[in-house]
């Protein structure tokens, strides 16, 4: 099955933290010439803090309104024909305004992971605040599964090198 590019030339790569949503954007975007946005470092640029310190500080609605008005910037980029390749933070999709912008912004897709495989990942790293308990963490992901079921598309990502997803979504592509 191929797609077009709906309203704007832009892919929204979503799901759970650690599944590999900058890494196969960056390659992605390489591979198309198109830019890569990390939704997640373009809200800690433009705040002057890390996410960790956001949310320690502010807490998550505040983060989640930053995070909103980051991605409204991305999807007026795209709009303008500025194409472009962003990662989203693992609870952007999770947010039903941004999945109703997106839904009519570009093309979502959402990289599956088993919760185990994105445990092993990120549970050694230390910036990221909604990864700091494995219970709390699975809950989460439970949570925000139905979310990123609801995007235009699913790749799974358990067993696959970032190369391979990169083909896999440029297979999907009419560009």
């Known amino acids: 099955m191929h797609v077009k590019l709906k309203g704007s030339p832009a892919l929204y790569l979503v799901g759970f933290m650690g599944c590999g949503k900058s890494t196969v954007g960056r390659s992605l975007a390489g ?69 109703l912008k997106i839904a009519t912004a570009g093309v979502s897709i959402w990289l599956k992971s088993p919760v185990r495989q994105l445990w092993e990942r990120v549970s050694s790293e230390n910036n990221r605040p909604l990864a700091r308990d494995r219970e709390r963490f699975e809950a989460l992901y439970r949570e925000r599964k139905q979310s990123y079921a609801q995007a235009d598309f699913t790749i799974d990502s358990e067993n696959s090198e970032p190369k391979q997803i990169v083909e896999e979504i440029r297979g999907l592509l009419l560009l």
């Open 31 to 99: 591979t198309l010439k198109w830019d890569f946005v990390d939704l997640d470092d373009e809200i800690e640029r433009e705040a002057g803090s890390k996410i960790t310190e956001i949310f320690d500080r502010f807490g998550e609605p505040v983060f989640r309104v930053m995070e909103q008005k980051a991605l409204v910037e991305q999807i007026r980029k795209a709009r303008m024909g500025m194409a472009r390749v962003v990662a989203l933070g693992g609870g952007a999709f999770a947010q039903k305004p941004n999945r």
